[in-house]
């Protein structure tokens, strides 16, 4: 089996510092939260930018600033800049950090409740990442929060609208409104990707290990970080994204896998060197 490709999702768009004061908003922050990610074994860092009062944007020179801060202390780090943002923006506004040609950068796949609001994704709206994507060489790392998003973009893909094979997916379930994180969920999906593809795994909340558990036995990747559990353990609140890549590592070494290096993961993910 291949090398365990851990991806830390450090600061989201959502939660707060209120809700775990380790939560980062400034430059500072963020490179601390990506550095204690990385030193822990995660290869991989997703990123969302705030402004340093928390409110989330996505504005290309808020994110050349943290990029840049964040490779300098992680040299080799994979960054996958999100376009998906905050619930509400719009596509334009989400396009901006792929004017910077990261390497991967997220392409959320189709449109769906999250929590009380709805994240929207139309096709049109899809269509236009996709085609930003391949203009602009940046592998997408597939974001599906429901069952129909695969199927979304397979078909996508099979036109040419969006970049295709070697494919990297990240099966984002328990987000609430969208697909619960499943064990048999999780299957499903996994058996319907093509041959020669990645995946990734990300259980929101509570699920974040009891889904990682099954994803490092199946041969997946897996992401945990504030974006996406404040917690270490029930009622505990994680210190930094740091600890709770630290637990994926120990559980994976349990289970018989190392854990990939940024140089195994681009590898592993058919990166341009
Ligand atoms: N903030 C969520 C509404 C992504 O990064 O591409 C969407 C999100 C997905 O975080
Ligand atoms: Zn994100």
């Given at each position: 089996m291949e090398k365990l490709i851990i991806t830390a999702a450090i600061c989201g768009a959502e939660v707060t510092k209120e809700q775990n004061p380790a939560v980062p908003y400034t430059v500072e922050?963020?490179?601390?939260?990506?550095?204690?990610?990385?030193?822990a074994g995660a290869a991989v860092v997703h990123i969302h930018v705030r402004e340093d009062d928390g409110t989330p944007t996505q504005s290309r020179d808020r994110f050349k600033v943290c990029m840049d801060a964040v490779r300098e202390a992680c040299p080799d780090v994979i960054l996958?800049?999100?376009?998906?943002?905050?619930?509400?923006?719009?596509?334009e506004e989400r396009l901006q950090p792929t004017e910077l040609f990261p390497e991967m950068a997220t392409l959320d796949c189709g449109t769906c409740n999250f929590g009380d609001e709805v994240f929207e994704n139309t096709m049109p709206m899809m269509r236009t990442f996709g085609k930003r994507m391949l203009e602009n060489n940046i592998k997408p790392e597939?974001?599906?929060?429901?069952?129909?998003?695969?199927?979304?973009?397979?078909?996508m893909a099979a036109k040419g609208e969006v970049p295709g094979d070697p494919m990297q997916f990240n099966f984002v379930l328990g987000v609430p409104g969208c697909t619960p994180a499943?064990?048999?969920?999780?299957?499903?999906l996994?058996?319907?990707?093509?041959?020669?593809s990645t995946w990734t795994a990300t259980g929101i909340g509570r699920s974040a290990f009891t889904l990682a558990a099954p994803t490092i036995v199946m041969g997946g990747n897996?992401?945990?970080?504030?974006?996406?559990?404040?917690?270490?353990?029930?009622?505990v609140l994680a210190r930094s994204n740091g600890e709770l890549v630290e637990k994926v590592v120990r559980?994976?070494?349990?289970?018989?896998?190392?854990?990939?290096?940024?140089?195994?993961?681009?590898?592993?993910l058919s990166l341009r060197p």
């Open positions: 922050e963020i490179v601390r939260e990506a550095k204690s990610a990385y030193d996958i800049p999100s376009t998906g943002g905050a619930v509400g923006m719009t596509a597939y974001e599906c929060f429901e069952m129909g998003h695969l199927d979304t973009i397979l078909r499943t064990v048999e969920n999780l299957v499903w996994v058996n319907r990707i093509p041959a020669g897996v992401r945990v970080g504030f974006e996406d559990n404040l917690n270490i353990s029930r009622g559980l994976s070494r349990e289970l018989g896998r190392e854990i990939a290096s940024p140089a195994e993961a681009r590898a592993i």
